[in-house]
């Protein structure tokens, strides 16, 4: 193992501290750790970013500091805000993009990062609406300036009410016919939750892009990860394509360079590491996310968890036979820590218990660890989103990862961590699905509630048949997944 002991002093030489160029240089260290220390622990990743995508970081960031807020750029979108319409003349050199904060943590880390590139694809400024608890959660990713949305923005009240039917809504003004290609607004609302029909769905064909493009202010609200589906629009294929060569590590790449955890998060994420899982010769990772109603643990899902570890060998078999212990070697087993994390603390200490009682087969000694176990989703709570994404990082750090069907906080560790997991199907009927899980394709998370529309031909398409890079997700046979 490494040593952490001088883990706050780490030598700024260190290759990979800035993950391959990823992150910039010039923050101050102390005010987030996590920044420059996350490299230290996980093994350095196999997949490098492209010297293309490294560029336009570069010039995102200063066109973020030339364009964010209270710059004179900013200041002049400000007053163009008050107007319904724009003058050609009058269009400013900034244009932005407003991340509504909306749902779990993990939908909101998913479509943060979604919005963030699609700022990138079009030279917006993005900027985020710190809802309850995002200043607290995560550091400034850009050097310099904050990213996050000034308090004073006069329409962070209506944030909560912006939904398909508001009268700026880009789909409802679709469906109720007042486009108005003359004339360009000021602002419009993007409505990308799951719900959203078919006018809003809109917001993904090119030609509604070339409209959009030219609005200075979009407010985006969505639960989703979008990613999939901007690769199928003509207008950004080409520049996704130079971005990312290796098409899976959208979000690995956007993710480990947007949301490094505060050092109160990240103080939760070290101590845990440090405590339960660094002297461990392999690290497997459990997340149990149920969606079934009722309180947990429910035996079908301990018996799917089972089924799984055992088939894939992630985990020993005990041995229920052995009356009398053998005598065996004391020392020298192979040390394999198992990081549960659930809202129930029934899997964990299930699996605990059947280690402690029987000896693995192999002989391996298995710990078995799980940070928090919160019982339900209380998303509004501060200090349990500051545990949730503790956790997230914490399964991201792991060797091999076991995730569950459908959850977007599976989806954040994965990425995270540039892990392939093994996903747990979703059980049906309160039954253990057979085989209990499958290989992850690829490491990108699986958009939920894709447009299935030829934007040329105006008619329903399977938008997962176009092309080999965009298809069917594994755990949802509608979803959609870049591999
Ligand atoms: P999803 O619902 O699984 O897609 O993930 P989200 O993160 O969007 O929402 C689930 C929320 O429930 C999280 O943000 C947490 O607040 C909570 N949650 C779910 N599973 C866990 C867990 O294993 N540990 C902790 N600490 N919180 C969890």
Not at 37 to 42: E, G, I, M
Not at 314 to 333: A, I, N, Q, Y
Request: with cysteine; net charge negative.
């Amino acid at each position: 193992g490494r040593n952490f002991s001088n883990v706050t002093t780490i030598d700024s030489n260190d290759s990979d501290k800035l993950l391959g160029g990823l992150l910039a240089t010039g923050f101050d260290e102390h005010s987030c750790l996590s920044r420059y220390q996350s490299s230290l622990y996980r093994k350095p990743s196999p997949y490098k970013p492209s010297p293309y995508l490294l560029s336009k970081l570069r010039s995102y960031e200063t066109l973020h500091k030339r364009c964010g807020p209270g710059t004179e750029p900013y200041k002049k979108a400000l007053n163009q805000l008050d107007q319904e319409h724009i003058d050609d003349d009058s269009n400013g050199e900034c244009k932005y993009v407003v991340w509504v904060s909306f749902s779990g943590l993990g939908n909101r880390i998913l479509s943060l990062a979604s919005v963030f590139l699609y700022a990138l694809l079009t030279d917006r400024v993005l900027l985020v609406d710190r809802g309850k608890d995002m200043d607290d959660l995560f550091c400034e990713p850009f050097p310099e300036m904050s990213w996050l949305l000034p308090l004073d923005f006069t329409m962070t009240d209506q944030f909560d009410k912006l939904n398909q039917e508001s009268p700026r809504c880009y789909g409802y003004m679709l469906k109720n016919q007042v486009v108005n290609t003359e004339n360009t607004l000021s602002h419009l609302y993007l409505h990308l939750v799951h719900d959203y029909g078919d006018e809003d769905k809109m917001f993904f064909c090119q030609e509604d892009q070339d409209f959009i493009k030219k609005v200075p202010w979009l407010i985006v609200k969505t639960d989703n990860y979008f990613v999939p589906s901007l690769w199928l629009i003509p207008g950004f294929d080409d520049e996704l394509n130079k971005l990312f060569p290796e098409k899976e590590t959208v979000f690995h790449h956007l993710g480990r360079y947007l949301f490094h955890p505060r050092n109160q998060v990240w103080g939760l994420v070290t101590r845990y590491y440090e405590a339960y899982l660094s002297n461990a010769d392999e690290k497997i990772g459990i997340q149990v996310r149920v969606f079934d109603v009722g309180a947990g643990p429910f035996q079908h899902v301990m018996d799917q968890i089972s089924a799984c570890t055992r088939k894939e060998k992630l985990l020993p078999e005990v041995d229920t036979t052995l009356v009398e212990e053998r005598s065996h070697k004391v020392r020298g087993f192979k040390h394999k820590a198992v990081l549960v994390t659930s809202l129930s603390s029934g899997y964990s200490e299930n699996l605990k218990s059947m280690y402690w009682e029987y000896p693995t087969s192999t002989g391996e000694i298995i710990g078995v660890h799980q940070p928090s176990q919160e019982g339900y989703q209380q998303t509004e709570k501060k200090m349990h989103n500051g545990k949730a994404l503790a956790e997230m990082y914490l399964l991201s750090m792991t060797d091999s990862l076991v995730t569950s069907a459908w959850s977007t906080f599976g989806y954040v560790a994965q990425g995270l961590g540039g892990l392939k997991p093994w996903i747990l199907y979703k059980p049906e009927n309160r039954t253990a699905p057979d085989p209990a899980c499958v290989r992850a394709m690829s490491m990108e998370p699986c958009f939920h509630a894709p447009p299935f529309y030829d934007c040329k031909a105006k008619t329903g398409i399977d938008t997962g048949k176009l092309v080999p890079h965009v298809t069917h997700c594994e755990d949802m046979s509608w979803g959609l997944k870049v591999v």
